[in-house]
């Protein structure tokens, strides 16, 4: 399967915090979002990283990718308990043969939880 | 303000009938797609559009069909043929690049349950 795998699973830590989710993948990829959901909602795009980008970042999120080791890092810095939500990794994964843009769909993995303790 | 409307919010299907799910956006994008999400998973693709009139399936399309009759539609049918249909229902809307998927803009979500 292509879909990115995030870790851990879970994440429990105190306001204040910093809070850092990894994310892995198989194949080659044109892109990497990290989205947010918040229970019973839908989702919210925090960040896109091109893979010729290695880092960027958005208020108190930083996103690394690593193409060679074929993975990704979201830092939330400073956490508030308004960050409590679930976060997805999604690949725009290459497909062998095809051009970027047709057919292209989005891989998402099977989130992370995290919880931010007030 | 531009957005994504899915509705209803709640849905329940008696066996053996189809229902219709809604999904409207006004933010003119021309890429569309419907999500599947079950407990503790992740998103499942059933049905995505890059234009109108054209569709394409996504990764558990049985049971499902769909129509793109407008740019700002893309209503999803879950058919008797769907045995599980039990989950919440995610429509999407994005951009279209040749360099790579954009964005994609998500709907509040559809929870459909069985009678």
């Known amino acids: 399967s292509q879909q990115g795998e995030e870790d851990p699973q879970a994440l429990s830590i105190q306001e204040g915090e910093n809070a850092t989710m990894n994310c892995s993948y198989k194949?080659?990829?044109?892109?990497l979002q990290w989205y947010r959901q918040n229970s019973g909602r839908g989702l919210v795009h925090l960040i896109l990283i091109r893979s010729n980008e290695r880092e960027k970042h958005s208020g108190r999120l930083r996103v690394t990718l690593d193409t060679s080791k074929k993975s990704s890092s979201l830092l939330i810095s400073a956490s508030r308990a308004a960050d409590t939500a679930s976060y997805f990794c999604?690949?725009?994964?290459?497909?062998?043969?095809?051009?970027?843009?047709?057919?292209?769909?989005?891989?998402f993995g099977k989130g992370i939880t995290l919880s931010v303790r007030p | 303000d531009g957005g994504i409307t899915q509705s209803p919010k709640y849905l329940f299907r008696k066996e053996g009938q189809n229902v219709t799910l809604s999904c409207e956006q006004n933010l003119n994008h021309d890429a569309m797609y419907w999500y599947r999400q079950d407990p503790g998973q992740g998103l499942r693709l059933i049905y995505y559009?890059?234009?109108?009139?054209?569709?394409q399936k996504g990764d558990i399309a049985e049971g499902y069909s769909v129509s793109r009759e407008k740019k700002e539609s893309f209503p999803l049918t879950v058919t008797s043929a769907q045995k599980n249909p039990t989950a919440f229902y995610l429509c999407?809307?994005?951009?279209?690049?040749?360099?790579?998927?954009?964005?994609?803009?998500f709907g509040d979500g559809t929870r459909l349950s069985i009678l």
């Open positions: 999604a690949t725009d994964w290459q497909r062998e043969g095809r051009g970027t843009g047709a057919n292209s769909k989005l891989t």
């Open positions: 194949t080659s990829i044109n892109n």
């Open positions: 559009s890059q234009i109108v009139n054209d569709f």
């Open positions: 999407a809307s994005s951009a279209f690049r040749v360099t790579g998927i954009q964005p994609q803009h």
